[in-house]
């Protein structure tokens, strides 16, 4: 019974959707000790060691600016530190969170392009690179992509869209969401030439929200030096300035941070190659117990598949809303929802962040019986599919 | 990665031994607040309250000593302080803890005598009722049985010792060790005129070792003021008339208290015929996943069959143990071991505790992962046995 | 030996810092329970009963917006949900951290005009009304104080601030800084007509920072409507449609709010006339050490005494980080430092939040101790004559 | 507030009895992690490296068997393992716990034999020397003193009753009671030629109560092998044997492990000699702080000064348990009470454990305010005194 389960129930909560997502114990831990003076000394040699430390995460030498907000807030940051009023942005529909990311790009009086997709794969590559071709005369200032599409489970080519950019020749500043990503599935900061990242702490950092990410590129410093558009609480400049010293210029989260610095911790001790193959691993079990059910998967294209969430699509008249209540009431597991067009369509199953292959199981196993408890017409083995993949190769 | 795991893994530990049990978030967190003064005002308070409502569990109106000791202490407790030396006691061997337990009545001086099982089944209640029915000087002071045997899972019916006894028309204690039952299994202290029950704080009622317990009858009582074995750390009196007013005649375990405070709150927020309904229901799940497997349950008579633990026979020529290390390492889980004569010959499923049905599911999914892992000879479709059996029915 | 104190130090450490302050056990064991789903039906129930209970904290019938940043993020909310580019407003120069937020409203493209100050009392009333009685065509759209400047411990007159706008006749939005005052010294959202208040975790609320508020009046919202400088992270609109049904538009600090349940039910239950009384009587201690060392009071007008925390000058030639240094290696208390102008000239200390007579004591004590060690001159007495005070009144 | 308080009460409760101690947040942190496998491999690894590393507290290179019991268990296991029905022993009436050990040993079948003191002053060694030196035929089979006696604040001199012991060439064990003393003032189990030291967890060694300790001597475990009290849960034999690989021969009370784990890193990381000198510190200038008050210490004897504890004599007339509940409820500060014939006549001060300088001045400031309150005859002045000692001498 978790605190704040309205009903006594026996055992672990099961919090599988895409995030936020399990909080090790050791990071809870780490964040339930005394708030400390965020100007002494102490604070400093932490700052100073989290900073660096965090780096490796993103695969960057660069610097990486860490907000005491949560990832929306660093997608605002990605905007506003690198575009004036009026700057076109190239961005890419790959589901609700991207269309939420556009949204937030008009508010804050940009004009974004859309590339459209139909919400069953990753960002369209060719089109990108097609739409920069046209852009003779630079008009475009920024490509926007959300690396996973936590709405969809489909994780797009970062590298291909470095390399379609590339192939146009086009200056545009590459800004990448990695807010259920990073951490969990393979991104190369500094190999792809991304110029800002954008990442949030609930996810693959296994934190509770409340921490957000800027790894931020020499040119996407540069280009702040003009960008016009209003900003202050985001702002990198007074940021990186104290961030030199281990210190911030107002008030860090610090309780987040002693989570961050002992999460950091715990992924470089499993060594990240290792953390990627290990969601892979899961997402491969989780595909094929879907398979076996007979459910389709939201994703349509292979290559694009998220090894952080699988997307599963109900059959016509039947309601995934239903089957995630009874699964919550009956199994005690929280399953994500359908957003957007897809609300009540798909479920969506989040295998990222501190996850063993007994809890995947546990969570298959949940799946499996909801569905026969609601009434979901599915064949049975989906759970036993996934055992075999696992038992051979776990 | 517990706090002690010497390798990262990543994932929560399924700790899915008979006891130590997983300790709830809840019951953590209580423990985990400053130690009081013991003798202060609060702590009375405290003490009165939580020596009240822990009578429910046992389903006692009488009281209940509770021991900054771990069960074995307990085991002592109502020995020395019901029996005097060279007193005989008749004792069931139920298994390596009923064995443990006479070695412990021998090396306290008194003369148990043992009535001896195949280890597959509860106590034998028509030999303690012929036994009785014999000792026609009573010579015999009390009968010792454990409830709930941990090494083999079988749980004996103390209803059925309780009309032995009476039908013998003999005055015996009765002693009753419901060490891994208790908050799991249906329990009567008063009813089934239980004289002294034995418990421990780490099975059922959810708590880490480190407290355990006495319910106490009227007779044994009495039995206390004639019962010449040395005592002094164990002796009921100071105790009890300490309790009167809610403290402790000396330093009590202040923050398992704490963490048994909340533990009771969470029985009996569940109800404890609830409580018992489930561990119920996930012990026949386990079975029908050990039958589908083609493996044998240690327990031989379904009377008996333990809804806290499932004992599993490993087929001739297996190792259990090498099954054992080959799922802690894969699949970062901890079953029991064979204990005694039963070493590397079975491994033991705990299902007792704050579970949920997703995890009994994570559990049994590792157990058969592990049996295909380490070439243990089975038939896959013991996880998807239990799946549904817990769909119909959980 | 707080979690990154680099030297092995025996004993807890003082936190006399103006904020962050001594966050309580019953906060960060609250804190640290698992994360939920904030999208499901228990977080929905846990919202509600939230943002309704915090209200009372403000003495608001009015929304609360909370959000997942720290209070700079508040401050930056209050001014772009409100404001249009190019917007005069009337800011107050009580001190460093009403400087600050003038910087911000610079960065924001508002034109703020500054009332100074000397930084020994609040803001200058007299002056405000003045202003806004020659701005006839009411130019000026916001007056923003600080009640509670916390970097020189003056606390303004909000109430007085009111009846001077409304002497004026003038329609200019209120917007109060309450982020080291909430929870600590009286403040009436409602009834001072204030339009924006706003709020951070780490002081009064007794929570690690991380989370901040914007308590909102109907005139505030409706200004929102036609407000135009850009907003997303920060908009109101989606954060109160949202909170309706007690959900948040993007993930909330989920952990953090578990807290802040914990907190304004501790802030509740001790009563809030009882915290401010509480506050007021350890500021008087407080003042009375420091005029027994011989020492002077930062603020120099007693209606405008802060019951948050104190500054105390250093005599001339003597360096107040010194003194800070030497306080915190020997005695292991951090106090906060002097900022800007009075860097190095002023020492603070904090005296809110979660705090007892003997936690001050131990507080006052170690200045005493420090300023003896440091060599800074000063006459002894002054914890003996905050003692004198509490043991009189406490 | 702390956990059970049951008024709202702001600030940190201060725990200043003479134990339980503060429990530093490092020690709650580490046993607030999830109970382990106490038969698995990783537990074996803790085991062997605590079971290690607890000796240097002890400064002994032979074994600490660790019990999952308190203290009163410890002293329990020291006489059955060591000593038969109806031995001699020779105990050392310090007070009110030396009183508890002979009664314990009486209630076991001993045969204990009383030196008196005035409650005053630690063990009469010189009486010791010339009670051994009648005892011809050697029928005392052991000495027995409390190192700190926790009723009075007394120490005796170990390494004087060592002297004495080989003065008269006796061949009697020394057990020492070392429950208040062990962590926090100056012991050497091997240089004093102790034979068991008697420890618990809750002092100083900074944990909750529930653990206590028995380290043995070659010459113990020798006696060890013919004692002939019964015994079962305390007997050291099994120990012994299992410790050797690092676990323990029933369920050891895994969660304090974790804490001691913990708690043995900071002592050491401190220093031994280091922890004792503050110790001896916070004595002083707490007596400083008495004499000042003109109150009368009740340890008369300067050379067995407490550094853990100091008892304090109220003026005839005047109620020790009035002044202390005063002091509860205007301070929120538990001091201890007087015990047997002290009751109601002194107070003591705990100032052992985890503790710095400002949370012993704001105890001692807690007493003075107190004294003030409840109307006691005292002269002001008492922590300036302290204040004046520590800060030439912190």
């Not at 110029?195 to 790894?215: C, H, I, R, Y």
Request: net charge neutral.
């Amino acid at each position: 019974m978790a605190y704040y389960q309205s009903q006594p129930v026996a055992g672990r909560h099961f919090l599988q959707i895409p995030g936020p997502t399990n909080v090790p114990d050791r990071v809870l831990r780490a964040m339930d000790n005394p708030t400390m003076d965020h100007r002494g000394p102490d604070f400093g040699k932490l700052g100073k060691s989290l900073l660096e430390k965090v780096r490796q995460v993103f695969r960057t030498e660069g610097p990486v600016v860490i907000y005491p907000a949560s990832g929306t807030g660093a997608w605002e940051a990605a905007l506003v530190n690198t575009l004036s009023p009026g700057d076109a942005v190239l961005m890419c529909e790959t589901g609700w969170f991207a269309t939420l990311w556009r949204e937030m790009a008009e508010r804050l009086g940009l004009a974004p392009e859309f590339i459209h997709t139909d919400w069953r794969r990753g960002a369209d590559v060719p089109a990108i690179e097609a739409r920069l071709r046209e852009d003779r005369n630079h008009a475009i200032k920024a490509v926007c992509v959300v690396h996973n599409e936590t709405s969809t489970g489909c994780t797009s080519r970062i590298d291909e869209v470095r390399r379609a950019i590339d192939a146009a020749g086009h200056p545009a500043l590459l800004l990448v969401d990695t807010i259920s990503s990073l951490g969990s599935i393979d991104y190369r900061h500094d190999e792809w030439g991304v110029d800002v990242t954008v990442a949030g702490s609930q996810k693959g950092l296994m934190l509770p929200p409340g921490l957000s990410f800027n790894a931020v590129s020499e040119k996407a410093r540069k280009a702040a030096e003009t960008a016009r558009l209003p900003r202050s609480f985001f702002d990198w400049k007074a940021m990186l300035a104290a961030n030199e010293t281990g210190y911030f210029p107002y008030t860090p989260a610090t309780n987040l941070l002693y989570g961050l610095d002992a999460a950091v911790d715990m992924l470089l001790a499993e060594g990240l190659d290792n953390v990627f193959a290990r969601h892979d691993r899961f997402a491969e079990a989780t595909r094929r117990a879907v398979r076996a059910w007979g459910l389709e998967i939201q994703c349509a294209e292979p290559r694009h598949y998220s090894s952080a969430l699988t997307a599963v699509r109900l059959p016509e008249g039947h309601s995934a809303d239903a089957l995630r209540a009874a699964i919550l009431e009956r199994f005690n597991m929280s399953l994500g929802n359908g957003l957007g067009p897809l609300k009540d369509r798909v479920f969506r199953i989040g295998h990222l962040g501190d996850l063993g292959p007994l809890q995947l199981m546990g969570t298959l196993s949940g799946v499996e019986m909801g569905l026969r408890v609601a009434g979901v017409p599915h064949r049975p083995g989906g759970a036993q599919a996934a055992m075999d993949y696992l038992a051979g190769n776990s």
